[in-house]
């Protein structure tokens, strides 16, 4: 009889939902289904761990017993929150009683699993405020707890293909698809142009995420265009096309192998005048993700996202603490690295309405960023952007235009606090997507 029950607890399996078995993926399915019974369309995008919560949260209706589960993190964040919770508030008028945000767990198993877990309680019976929301050094009494483990309205971040605000199209890099044939290695560069000279108008610089963060020189093969004449007085720059042809033919995936037809170019030949770059993945121990801007001599792949016609504006609301306290609430995790998302973070991010004069602020003092940076041209933004060295003048720059940004969302919140800014953006968010629906 659940009515002689008070409490769950418990650690249920984790397995994310890339690496769950054909088994676990049908038992999520069976379980995360509509009143109609038909698995939701996020269910296939969903940790293991989520069916204990509805399997809990349809146990509790009707009931007094409270859940506590022991979960990873990465329900909490990301796609994943609207794919597993939005279904348990809807259809059983759930909410979070107290939370654990993220901490490192080492299993007292003899095969150590390093992993990051939260800890949710929930229930459907009345449970009025304050809640408790822990982190490893403090515990708060809040009004409420979101699906983000943060203090805010209870909204649900869906994947959105355009962005919510009049803002330039945020887009992927090129993917080379080549086997590596198109790409020139850094210690291959000087020899390569020994041999083909008449390649040099056709090498461009190719930045992924690390070579961007840690300054790291890669260069490829920009053929685009290129006449077949000209292509066939470079033999070195043949050999290259051909060998790419081949692994393309060689590859199991039907698209890879389409890509034949067209061997000497990238999968996506994106190369905009100017843009703007923002890496797909970097380390959650630095305050601000490291952006910048680039001009076509520098060909971006698909590990990182790029903003074509970006102006300073856009560098100056991107870079500021206030996009960063969104991007750390609501992005996915890769370990416990920042995992950007354009359908998440930055479609969905609630830019201010500046008047010109604050507009213009928040432009100069995006230059006053790029300015400080230009003073160490040989640190990498890896140096610039660690805690420990980052440069006074950088920290400050960075400071004022976080100020400027803002002002100029009409000072809604205390800006020494995170978990206040987002907030507020929480509910501009949803005034903006009411107001779009």
Sequence with gaps: DKHKLNYIMGNPPFAGYSLQSKTQKEDILSVYVDEKG??????????????????????????????????????????????????????????????HRTFHWDSEASIKAHVHCVIVGFSVAENPAPKRLFTSDQMQQVNNINAYLIEAPNVFIESRTKSLCDVPLMTTGNRPADGGHLIIEADEYEGFIAKEPAAIPYIKKLVGSEEFINNKKRWCLWLVGISPGELRKMPEVLKRVELCRAARLASPDKGRQKLAEKPTVFRETLNPASFLIVPKVSSERRRYIPIGFFDENTISTDLNFIIPNANLYHFGILTS?????????????????????????????????????????????????????????????????????????????????????????????????????????????????AASA
């Design 321 to 433: 603490n206030v996009h960063m306290a969104w991007m750390r609430a609501v992005c996915g995790r890769l370990k416990s690295d920042y995992r950007y998302s354009k359908e998440i973070v930055y479609n969905n991010f609630p830019w201010p309405e500046p008047t010109e004069e604050q507009k213009a602020k928040i432009e100069a003092t995006a230059q006053a960023i790029l300015d400080a940076r230009a003073l160490y041209p040989d640190s990498s933004l890896a140096d610039l952007y660690d805690e420990l060295t980052m440069p006074p003048e950088l920290r400050t720059a960075h400071q004022k235009n976080d100020r400027a940004v803002w002002e100029a969302y009409g000072k809604a919140w205390d800006i020494t606090s995170e978990s206040d800014c987002v907030a507020a953006l929480m509910k501009r968010y949803q005034a903006l997507a």
């Design 38 to 99: 038909k698995p939701y369309k996020t269910a296939g995008k969903i940790d293991y761990v989520s069916g204990w919560y509805w399997k809990a949260a349809q146990l509790m209706q009707g009931t007094g017993i409270r859940t506590a589960l022991v979960s990873t993190n990465s329900i909490t964040q990301g796609e994943q929150v609207a794919g597993v919770w939005k279904p348990l508030y809807d259809r059983f008028g759930i909410h979070i009683d107290f939370a």
